[in-house]
């Protein structure tokens, strides 16, 4: 490489370029020694490592950004590592691709987080990583709020429902609500323990929704909208007292589709629309919702 004179630092010794900057902390989240979200050093820190004024870290940073490999970049606080790139770019199942977007989520100061879905199961277990971190102190976010709508009690489930149908009340609703109750206290629980031993503002509600819905949806800090469908399908359970012969949902094995809201216009509008039409449902046909 030609070092022109614009590269010589003050000392005599050659200062590194944007690019080289970005290359070394590239190689750093390749090799795992900064992990999906830590915190880089501030820009006046690396600034000082490399020898270089802060607009080439600046440069560098916003490099990495585009790559996909940093989130939260702005003047105010350093950027985080952001959750692997191959998470979002191909559908995965619930379970798997859910957690890393929370992740990612979760290391904004303001975290925000709107689920539509038939029950908490999938937000209850994929919202435990971005808790570990906040306990091992890695993220550490302001206020925490988060609002989910989950099928009323007194409506007829188009599933999961028995296949017989029975006259009296159906064993397979009373299986869906005894669920859809205990995850959602435990994600409550879970969320608003952070209070006590974080001083973090949390804030959970819940809502009920008048019908079943056929997809499920969470909205990422009005950033991000991850959908996926409730794939129908029949089975069987043992329960207490037999059987349970049900059309039901796996849906932690949904494929999660995401819309980031900077990928581009078509995005970015899917984005909009996905939070207008939970609003609309929040402020509007949705009523109280006590877990009992």
């Given at each position: 490489?030609?070092?022109?004179?614009e590269s010589?630092?003050?000392?005599?010794s050659r200062?590194?370029?944007?690019?080289?900057?970005a290359?070394t902390?590239?190689e750093?989240?390749?090799?795992?020694e900064?992990?999906p979200?830590?915190r880089?050093p501030?820009?006046?820190e690396?600034a000082?490592e490399f020898g270089?004024?802060?607009?080439a870290?600046r440069?560098a940073?916003?490099v990495?950004q585009a790559?996909g490999?940093?989130s939260?970049?702005?003047?105010?606080?350093?950027p985080?590592?952001?959750?692997?790139v191959?998470?979002?770019?191909?559908?995965q199942?619930?379970?798997?691709?859910?957690?890393?977007?929370?992740?990612?989520a979760?290391?904004?100061?303001?975290v925000?987080?709107d689920?539509a879905c038939?029950?908490?199961?999938?937000?209850?277990?994929?919202?435990?990583?971005p808790l570990?971190?906040?306990h091992?102190g890695?993220l550490?976010?302001e206020?925490?709020?988060?609002?989910?709508?989950l099928?009323s009690r007194?409506i007829?489930?188009?599933?999961?429902?028995s296949v017989?149908?029975?006259a009296?009340?159906?064993?397979?609703?009373?299986?869906w609500l005894?669920?859809r109750?205990?995850q959602?206290?435990?994600l409550?629980h879970n969320l608003?323990?952070?209070r006590?031993?974080?001083?973090i503002?949390?804030r959970?509600?819940?809502?009920?929704?008048?019908f079943?819905?056929?997809?499920?949806l969470y909205?990422?800090?009005g950033?991000?909208?991850?959908?996926?469908y409730y794939m129908i399908?029949?089975?069987e359970e043992?329960?207490?007292d037999?059987?349970?012969?049900m059309?039901?949902v796996l849906g932690?094995?949904?494929?999660?589709?995401?819309f980031?809201?900077a990928?581009?216009?078509?995005?970015?509008?899917?984005?909009?629309e996905?939070?207008k039409w939970?609003d609309?449902?929040?402020?509007?046909?949705t009523s109280?919702?006590?877990l009992s």
């Amino acid at each position: 490489m030609v070092v022109t004179q614009e590269s010589v630092a003050v000392n005599g010794s050659r200062r590194s370029s944007p690019q080289e900057i970005a290359g070394t902390l590239r190689e750093r989240i390749r090799t795992g020694e900064l992990r999906p979200g830590d915190r880089l050093p501030t820009q006046a820190e690396l600034a000082e490592e490399f020898g270089v004024e802060r607009g080439a870290v600046r440069q560098a940073l916003r490099v990495l950004q585009a790559d996909g490999l940093l989130s939260n970049v702005t003047k105010g606080s350093p950027p985080r590592v952001a959750a692997p790139v191959a998470a979002r770019a191909e559908p995965q199942p619930t379970m798997v691709g859910l957690a890393p977007r929370l992740v990612e989520a979760f290391s904004a100061r303001q975290v925000r987080i709107d689920a539509a879905c038939l029950t908490a199961e999938s937000l209850m277990i994929a919202v435990g990583e971005p808790l570990r971190l906040i306990h091992e102190g890695r993220l550490r976010p302001e206020s925490i709020d988060v609002r989910i709508l989950l099928p009323s009690r007194n409506i007829d489930l188009a599933f999961p429902i028995s296949v017989d149908r029975p006259a009296e009340e159906d064993p397979v609703h009373g299986r869906w609500l005894t669920q859809r109750n205990a995850q959602g206290h435990v994600l409550s629980h879970n969320l608003k323990a952070l209070r006590a031993t974080h001083g973090i503002d949390v804030r959970v509600a819940f809502r009920a929704l008048p019908f079943t819905p056929p997809v499920k949806l969470y909205l990422l800090n009005g950033a991000e909208a991850l959908m996926a469908y409730y794939m129908i399908t029949r089975r069987e359970e043992a329960a207490d007292d037999g059987t349970l012969d049900m059309y039901d949902v796996l849906g932690t094995e949904s494929l999660l589709f995401s819309f980031e809201q900077a990928t581009g216009q078509r995005d970015a509008a899917f984005v909009a629309e996905s939070q207008k039409w939970f609003d609309a449902l929040w402020e509007t046909i949705t009523s109280d919702l006590t877990l009992s």
